[in-house]
């Protein structure tokens, strides 16, 4: 079976990347997996060559593709199968509806991460039932035969973990009111933020807060290989985002055994249990108490870290997602 697989992003490291690389490594075993990033590439002869002999398409964010295929004139001449995330069905879909849901209508199979997302798509846009699947993410971090980079982490306690991409929807400096408050009970405090500079104004405001702040620490984006140690650096790992589909470094840290605490969104609850696997937060209070009551109970601290490792083996296996994949190919 050949398969051509159309990501945004591969190089860059963020959330569609992580999820084109874990594809990649579990798909390309089991089929002829050609990958294709359109937002870092041209089209080209390869790429042609590559449709011509398709089987069939699987595509990784359906609005910014088609944005892509209309600037680049690429028609789709095969079955596809759509994998969608968290922006394009939150956002682009609800904004302009015209623009992207033929191509949906048009899939033979759409895969996404969370029964909410599903729900919406049946409910509020009339799509199938049998066609639109829920495949939960799995955890992938390849291993480094060698350093590309060399990490140097900051000292400190406790060691606060928020790894995402700079931009307005990941709102990475929510979490500056409850760690300003929570500094002055916690000397040795030391906040990380590590991802890509994604839009140059909320990155100056990052900045100018690291300049602010001698605890908050900005680190741009890391190998995914690289991800471990960052993990294993972390006492807790945090997530801000507005909105998400279901992010893989909620269950990268809840693998590696680290309590996660997370704004309540549709993407961040479906993996999360408030109070059993790890904890959700609607203010700045509400994170503030939070990481507090983290990291003054060990009782809670391990049970969180407990729970949440045993969700990830329950249901977020790559042997599950790569499984659930192979039956839409074959289907």
Not at 30 to 42: A, C, G, H, R
Not at 51 to 70: C, G, N, P, T
Not at 117 to 123: G, W, Y
């Amino acid at each position: 079976m050949r398969v051509v697989f159309f990501t945004p992003y591969y190089k860059q490291n963020r959330g569609n990347s992580t999820t084109a690389k874990r594809l990649e490594h579990g798909l390309s075993r089991k089929v002829e997996f050609s990958l294709f990033p359109y937002e870092e590439s041209s089209v080209n002869p390869t790429l042609l060559e590559w449709m011509e002999k398709a089987d069939m398409y699987h595509i990784l964010h359906f609005s910014r593709f088609v944005q892509w295929a209309e600037k680049n004139e690429v028609t789709l001449d095969k079955p596809y199968i759509v994998t969608s995330g968290g922006t394009d069905l939150n956002h682009s879909l609800i904004e302009d509806e015209g623009r992207y849901l033929p191509m949906l209508r048009e899939a033979k199979a759409i895969a996404v991460f969370t029964q909410q997302a599903k729900r919406m798509l049946v409910k509020d846009y009339a799509l199938s039932d049998k066609s639109v699947h829920v495949i939960p993410q799995s955890i992938y971090l390849p291993a480094t035969d060698h350093m590309l980079q060399t990490l140097t982490l900051p000292e400190g306690y406790p060691k606060l973990l928020l790894p995402a991409g700079i931009r307005p929807v990941k709102d990475v400096l929510f979490a500056l009111e409850s760690l300003i408050r929570l500094s002055d009970e916690f000397t040795d405090l030391c906040f990380l933020l590590v991802g890509a500079n994604l839009d140059e104004e909320e990155f100056e405001r990052v900045k100018k807060a690291e300049k602010k702040h001698d605890w908050l620490h900005y680190l741009p984006e890391v190998e995914l290989g690289q991800m471990k140690k960052l993990y294993e650096w972390g006492d807790v790992v945090l997530n801000t985002s507005i909105s998400e589909g279901q992010p893989t470094a909620l269950l990268e840290a809840m693998s590696f055994k680290k309590p996660v605490i997370a704004r309540n969104n549709v993407g961040n609850a479906s993996i999360i249990q408030h109070g059993m696997n790890g904890l959700l937060f609607q203010s700045q209070e509400e994170l503030y108490h939070s990481i507090k009551k983290v990291m003054s109970d060990n009782k809670t601290y391990n049970q969180l870290s407990d729970h949440g490792y045993q969700s990830i083996k329950e249901n977020h296996t790559i042997k599950k997602e790569i499984d659930s994949y192979m039956e839409l190919y074959k289907d």
